[in-house]
């Protein structure tokens, strides 16, 4: 979804009549308007899932105290809009992906390093460990956000027309990216040719032939019926597809010790009741995209290992922009993966 600037102003001043301030309930005494709880997504995805149950708790642990409200489809802006707005404390809640947060915590770019995860216990144990944690805390804090808690989608795979065997099946493949410059060069290192494009556009782009090809979770491509235009789905499983709940850090700060227990905590349970979702789902995202006729092919080993050492470019790049210190640190915290 595309929101004009001053159409997206005119969003913000309404959120600003609506959640007028304090932005805040104190003890004993019950709000009467609901903190917002942003997501770009549709209700029928893991991401609204988690932003509703993080609101449900807000209200269940405050005895209906507090309020909560979750809107979802970028009804106050798309993902660049929410992140400006809770930095500045405008808006005090945003569930979304990592990927389009490397312009406002560059840091993130970590997790676009290609391949890095073998399998989703280990990419939750790396997220959830307590020496990577404080590391992952930081990041944000340094930006002006809070990070109250990480969920995920599982893993991103790719979509085509085309099968994909062997190495040079990527070769010229045209795939949508979203904006994210490790993403973009992780395709072009494997021989595809990469094309940033508004999510919006995908379907149509797929249908009429301007894309061949698209990468997301199996969440989205089922949500998004993505898999109606395609043939194959290709288990790259490049990159994962974290879901950050963050809240303004200067609106977070400004909270009781009784209240912001009571937001840590409901976090914590929405991350959970994310998990198992995004778990639970899974086969039934793919029964549906089986059903339909497309197939799913998973990547040989000698495949994988061929683009392990094309990806290599795009480790030295975000070696180059975050630092070594703080790639290794996710790398070390990383557990040997599941049999």
Partial sequence: MTTSKHGFVAMILLAAIVFAQPLRGHAGEEMTFAWPVCVDSPEDAVTFIMAKRFADEIINLSNNRLKAKVYPNAMLGGDRELLESVESGDIPF???????????????????????????PQLRATVNDPDFRKVFNEMYETHGYKLLAVGDQGFRVMTSNRPVRKIEDFQGQKIRTMENLYHIAFWRSIGASPTPMNFGEVYIGLQQGTIDAQENPYETTVAAKLYEQQNYIIETNHVPHLLTLIASKRFYDNLSDEDRKIIDEAARIAAEFAYQQTDARLDGRIKVITDSGTEIIKIEPDLREQIFEARQPVYTMIRQAVGDELVDAMLNARPEPEQ
């Fill in 94 to 120: 945003v569930v979304q992906t990592t990927a389009p947060q490397i312009d406002f915590v560059p840091e993130t770019a970590i997790f676009n390093l290609p391949s890095a995860f073998s399998d989703i």
